[in-house]
């Protein structure tokens, strides 16, 4: 049996003056996710508010193919909740929040998201990127017209191409994976892996308990001058007694 271990920060950073990220933990039913509020648009922090306390309210039913479907709900739920406030306290501007949740059960889990938040599984030495982007960015490396190395200094690189309130209907990616004891898990907001390298985040989380790893991660964002918000949840998968 797995025993699951988890630590959640959440960090304004230095350039921000609000903190528009926000994260929810909840182990009991196998729940964790990440939200960012779209930068630059209206409440960014009441969007991404929204969306962790909707997926707070999901209750875990015993049929894992109907808890991902139930999560489904809850962020198409609050995508039209996010659509209609907008339309009533900002004229219709947008707001919105980009989210990646995992869930897990005994040997599997899901991965849920929309935008470019990201969960990231690490076995042994290898760092995994399980979602992947939404974003402008992306598309062009999915085309071969941009390497990976050039993705990640181009200057649309903070574009998104979908987000929880971006649209009248909400798209959201579903994969799913196996876990094994040992697995580490990481979701994070973009201020994260902007400020840190891939190979940084892989031997952070390597190193020490899920609080070390954790707070370890949220310094070398600050460190790095974290320009945006900063947001991670350390999941690890560890054999019970």
């Known amino acids: 049996m797995a025993d699951w271990r988890y630590c959640a920060l959440t960090d304004r950073g230095i350039k921000r003056k609000h903190n528009e990220d926000a994260v929810v933990a909840v182990p ?3 729940l ?27 209750a875990r039913p015993d049929n894992f193919s109907v808890f991902v479907d139930q999560v489904e ?25 980009t989210v990646v949740v995992m869930l897990a059960a005994e040997g599997y889990g899901a991965c849920l998201w929309a935008g470019d938040s990201r969960l990231y599984r ?18 062009l490396v999915d085309a071969g017209l941009l390497s990976e190395d050039e993705a990640e200094n181009h200057p649309n690189a903070n574009v998104i191409t979908r987000a929880v309130g971006g649209s009248a209907h ?30 940084d985040i892989r031997d ?3 190193a ?7 707070q370890s991660l949220i310094d070398g964002a600050i460190a ?17 007694a």
């Open 73 to 97: 709900d809850a962020l198409n739920a609050v995508n039209q909740t996010l659509r209609d406030h907008a339309t009533r306290e900002f004229e219709g501007r947008v707001m919105g929040a």
């Open 28 to 30: 009991a039913i196998g």
């Open 204 to 206: 952070t989380l390597m």
């Open 32 to 58: 964790w996710a990440v939200a960012d509020g779209m930068g630059g648009h209206e409440a960014g922090d009441v969007a991404s508010s929204m969306v962790t306390a909707a997926l707070s309210r999901v």
């Open 208 to 214: 020490g308990t899920v609080d070390a790893s954790a």
């Open 170 to 199: 909400l798209v959201v990616d579903v994969v799913m994976f196996d876990i094994t004891p040992g697995d580490r898990f990481l979701l994070c907001s973009d201020g994260l892996y902007n400020e840190v390298s891939r190979e």
């Open 224 to 240: 790095a001058g974290a320009r945006d918000n900063v947001s991670v949840i350390v999941v690890s998968a560890e054999v019970s």
């Open 122 to 139: 690490l076995r042994g030495e290898e760092l995994e990127q399980i979602s992947r982007d939404h974003s402008q960015v992306q598309r």
